[in-house]
């Protein structure tokens, strides 16, 4: 049996797949059942590395969507459009669809998955979160059986990178950057990476397969790592935490029923935390349930190799399910021809489709409680850390500790560590000590875990 594909794009992702699907010895043997039937590209004159037979390469997008002979259509084009509609149309041919997309998938899931569901077809995407990192899958199949309350991920290696650079060569983040750019770490625009977006539609994701239910991406707190200084990195460092941009989905209290917090933001991690020593492009995701406790992911989060890997597995899931089906509906066929009453049946495997349908129910960043760290400029006058102390005092947050070890120019510089306490709280204390005549500025505030 031949399992025909419809591959959507021919890039980084697409090509590393068909060079793993055209070099499958020593693979798993069912690769060797699949097919590269079309392939579709936006330009048919761009020299290519991987040879495929004449009449495969095709612009024809909506061709391959929609041929009765495909029976799987992998979209690895990237952007929104028209991935969502090719996706879709795919889906309403009855296709199976592989899709490395999490920017359609993060914003149209909603609709895509309903659809699949109507259309008995599977949707699969393991490579759009944590590139090569086995996590989609386990999260559906492996780890279904445990409550999952806790989902954090470094899932953006290009932060990862920058952040990386700025700990251990001291740089700030617009020469990093610059330097990431020039070695091709770092897209000409990094707005959707350095702004925190790229991991808020990765961890929209998790947290949905996670938790069984839909996150909408509108929900997703997200802060960026533009405004992570050398200066904070430096006191993170001297209290024992190096700053990482996280991707969180969190249960905020232990029960069943607990809305989610979900959120992207720079944060302190403490030295010792097994997220603390992922560096450089590389992603992790640690997943906490019970009973299982913490599991750690940990690999290349992009790349042509790694990506290939997530888009072929979830290929051969379903064409291991496909000749399952194709067994099942022999043995039917048998039956019919021996006049037995019949009926043929689809593919439906839960473990392999989405299960979230209803809404997740979200906390607003106001009920997260957390510790903070922050970092005033102050005018160098007697009392002015008892001023702060006062107003952190008056709105409930206690401080875990309070450093004032330098100046920048005339103004003494001081930095506190809260403990745990209620996010609308702490900022209602800041609001009311930005109004202190002694305050200068603040000019960080980050979360720490
Ligand atoms: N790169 C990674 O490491 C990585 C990791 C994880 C997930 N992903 C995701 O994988 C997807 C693909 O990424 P990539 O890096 O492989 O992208 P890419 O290198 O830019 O490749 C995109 C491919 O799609 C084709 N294409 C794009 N728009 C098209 C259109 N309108 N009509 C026809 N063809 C079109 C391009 O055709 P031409 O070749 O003719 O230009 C190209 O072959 C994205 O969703 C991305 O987020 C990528
Ligand atoms: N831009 C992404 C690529 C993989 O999604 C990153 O930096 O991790
Ligand atoms: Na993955």
């Keep these: 049996m031949g399992v025909k594909l419809g591959i959507l794009g021919l890039g980084t992702v697409g090509t590393g797949t068909v060079q793993l699907l055209l070099d499958n010895l020593g693979r798993h043997p069912l690769l060797q059942e699949i097919e590269i039937y079309r392939v579709g590209v936006r330009s048919l004159s761009k020299p290519r590395t991987v040879e495929l037979p004449e009449g495969v390469i095709t612009t024809d997008l909506e061709s391959i969507v929609t041929d009765p002979a495909i029976d799987i259509v992998v979209e690895v084009l990237g952007g929104l459009e028209p991935a969502r509609s090719l996706i879709l149309k795919a889906i309403r041919s009855g296709k199976h669809v ?24 599977c949707v699969m995407l393991e490579a759009a979160v944590g590139g090569g990192i086995p996590v989609i899958q386990p999260l559906k199949q492996s780890l279904s059986v445990n409550r999952i309350h806790t989902v954090i991920g470094i899932v953006n290696g290009t932060t990862n990178y920058i952040l990386t650079k700025m700990q251990t060569e001291g740089s700030s983040f617009e020469d990093v950057l610059a330097d990431a ?32 239910c839909r996150v909408d991406l509108s929900d997703v707190y997200c802060e960026g790592i533009r405004q992570v200084s050398k200066t904070d990195i430096t006191y993170a460092e001297k209290l024992g935490f190096v700053i990482k ?9 232990p029960s069943l029923s607990s809305p989610l917090s979900v959120r992207v933001h720079p944060t302190l991690v403490p030295k010792e935390h097994p997220l603390a020593s992922i560096y450089g492009v590389n992603n992790a995701i640690l997943v906490e349930g019970e009973p299982i406790g913490q599991v750690m992911f940990f690999g290349p989060g992009a790349g042509a190799g790694a990506t290939a890997s997530a888009v072929s597995s979830d290929i051969l899931n379903i064409v291991a399910a496909l000749k399952t089906e194709k067994a099942i509906n022999e043995e039917i066929l048998k039956q019919e021809l021996e006049n037995k009453p019949t009926s043929k049946i689809a593919l439906h495997n839960q ?48 401080l875990e500790l309070v450093v004032q070890t330098g100046f920048q120019g005339q103004l003494a510089e001081i930095v506190v560590v809260t403990h745990d306490v209620r996010e609308g709280d702490f900022r209602k204390a800041l609001t009311e000590i930005s109004t202190l005549e002694a305050i200068d500025s603040i000019p960080s505030l980050l979360r720490v875990l």
């Design 181 to 212: 750019q020039k070695l091709g770490y770092a897209e000409a625009d990094p707005t959707t990476d350095v702004d925190g977006l790229d991991a808020a539609d990765k961890i929209a994701i998790l947290a949905s397969i996670a938790s069984g």
């Design 245 to 253: 941009l996280l991707a969180i989905a969190k249960k905020i209290t």
């Design 351 to 398: 473990l392999l489709t989405a299960r979230h349908q209803e809404d997740c129910q979200i906390a607003p960043i106001t009920e997260l409680v957390t510790q903070f760290y922050a970092r005033f400029l102050t005018k160098d006058q007697p009392g002015v850390i008892g001023k702060l102390g006062t107003c952190f005092g008056t709105h409930g947050v206690s």
């Design 98 to 121: 592989v899709t490395a997309n999490k920017a359609v998938i993060a914003r149209y899931g909603d609709e895509i998955f309903t659809l699949a569901e109507q259309a008995g077809v």
